[in-house]
């Protein structure tokens, strides 16, 4: 047996116990198959990842700087272009969907929130705006309470609001496309404490009410270890090992380990 089908049964295994766990029934959203990425000079910055996303999970995604945790994110919805045949959503390749339809079930929240022009309330109804979909205002307030913000943030302009609950603001705008798939790069990175629950929580209740797969990159082992049920740990393009997020310090990769320990 290869070391390669080793990891794969030994993934499956871990993923479908997660799974059973949280009550869900099972199956995988993403699958990602010997994805790569090399630059222009020809340097590789994924080098052949492999790694099933599960179903209605929180799956995080850690490792050192510059490891390609965020190139690898990008993929799953073509910020970049990945290879034919690597990147699957339901079974079927991204790269055969129509790339906007795929970014609406594949939202994405990054570090910084940027708010388009206008209100709180115009943001977050200009994607199913694009679609011909006026929501009304109770949907608004929907959407705001499901981003953790109540319906005085309606009337608000970005200027206004602190990044805490820009960020807020930029998640309820991502959820009114109604995704299936939740990428998000370092979300909190800039964010105090509160507001970094705030976004904890809103996620962690999606994950449940919604039954939606989230995929979060991020610096802390603690928030990692709080909202996460499945970890990725990712050195030098590679996905070295997944784990359950209770079991992260039984990391056995040597360099994951130090990781671990220095972080
Ligand atoms: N388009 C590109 N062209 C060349 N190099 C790139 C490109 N995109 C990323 N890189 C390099 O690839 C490596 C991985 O970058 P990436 O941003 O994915 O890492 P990361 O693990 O998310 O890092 P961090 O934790 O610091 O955000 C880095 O060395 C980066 O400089």
């Not at 390669?4 to 993923?15: G, I, K, S, T, V």
């Not at 979300?187 to 962690?204: C, F, G, M």
């Not at 082992?221 to 970890?231: L, P, S, T």
Request: aromatic letters at 4%.
């Amino acid at each position: 047996m290869s070391g390669f089908n080793f990891r794969e049964e030994a993934q499956e295994h871990l993923l479908a116990a997660a799974q059973s766990e949280n009550g869900l029934d099972g199956g995988v959203k993403i699958e990602v198959r010997n994805l790569m990425k090399v630059t222009d000079k020809d340097v590789r910055i994924l080098n052949k990842v492999n790694v099933d996303i599960p179903r209605g999970m929180i799956m995080g995604v850690i490792g050192p700087s510059g490891s390609g945790k965020s190139t690898f994110l990008r993929a799953l919805n073509r910020l970049w272009e990945p290879a034919s045949g690597s990147v699957f959503l339901d079974g079927i390749d991204i790269c055969d969907l129509d790339v906007l339809s795929l970014r609406r079930k594949v939202g994405m929240l990054f570090q910084l929130p940027v708010l388009f022009e206008g209100t709180v309330a115009d943001n977050i109804r200009y994607g199913p705006q694009l679609r011909g979909k006026n929501l009304s205002d109770d949907e608004v307030y929907k959407l705001l309470a499901e981003a953790d913000l109540d319906s005085s943030f309606c009337n608000k302009s970005g200027g206004e609001l602190s990044i805490g609950q820009a960020q807020r603001v930029a998640l309820a705008r991502t959820l009114a496309n109604d995704p299936e798939v939740l990428l998000l790069d370092e979300p909190t990175s800039a964010l105090d404490p509160i507001s970094t629950q705030n976004i904890e929580d809103a996620l962690v209740r999606l994950k449940k009410d919604g039954d939606m797969s989230i995929v979060i990159v991020s610096h802390s082992i603690k928030q990692i270890q709080r909202i996460a049920d499945v970890v990725c740990l990712v050195v030098d393009g590679e996905i070295v090992e997944i784990l359950e997020a209770r079991h992260l310090s039984e990391a056995k990769h040597p360099l994951a380990k130090t990781f671990l320990e220095l972080s």
